[in-house]
Nanobody
Framework: VQLQACGGGLVQAGGSLRLSCAAS????????MGWFRQAPGKDREFVSD????????VYADSVKARFTISRDNVKKTVYLQMNSLKPEDTAVYYC?????????????????WGQGTQVTVSS
């Protein structure tokens, strides 16, 4: 399984970006997927998760009502639409496949990770 994230960039505060994460392999639709981020000098943190069908989503409080996670199982891609971006959203964003059935936001629950895409929000 390989995950390829893209869509990051430099945006002004209040702007929007959409991240994409394309997966290889034939089992994409069987797994939940998540997005995490890591700011300089900080630990990697949970951002959002979506179950296999797209019917259940979870968000960190810091991004709730601003970010939307979605997926297209035909295209084997998971998305993160980010609106009303703030400077504190600046980080490298990673997509990951969840290997356990219960969503808890723990890094150890995810087994495959993309390479990360940089998001920089200027004030």
């Amino acid at each position: 399984v390989q995950l390829q994230a893209c869509g990051g960039g430099l945006v002004q505060a209040g702007g929007s970006l959409r991240l994409s994460c394309a997966a290889s392999g034939r089992t994409f639709s069987s797994y939940a997927m998540g997005w995490f981020r890591q700011a300089p000098g900080k630990d990697r943190e949970f951002v959002s998760d979506i179950n296999w069908s797209g019917g259940r989503t979870v968000y960190a409080d810091s991004v709730k009502a601003r970010f939307t996670i979605s997926r297209d199982n035909v295209k084997k891609t998971v998305y993160l639409q980010m609106n009303s971006l703030k400077p504190e959203d600046t980080a490298v964003y990673y997509c990951a496949r969840r290997q356990v059935s219960t969503m808890s936001g723990r890094l150890d629950d995810y087994d495959y990770w993309g390479q990360g895409t940089q998001v920089t929000v200027s004030s």
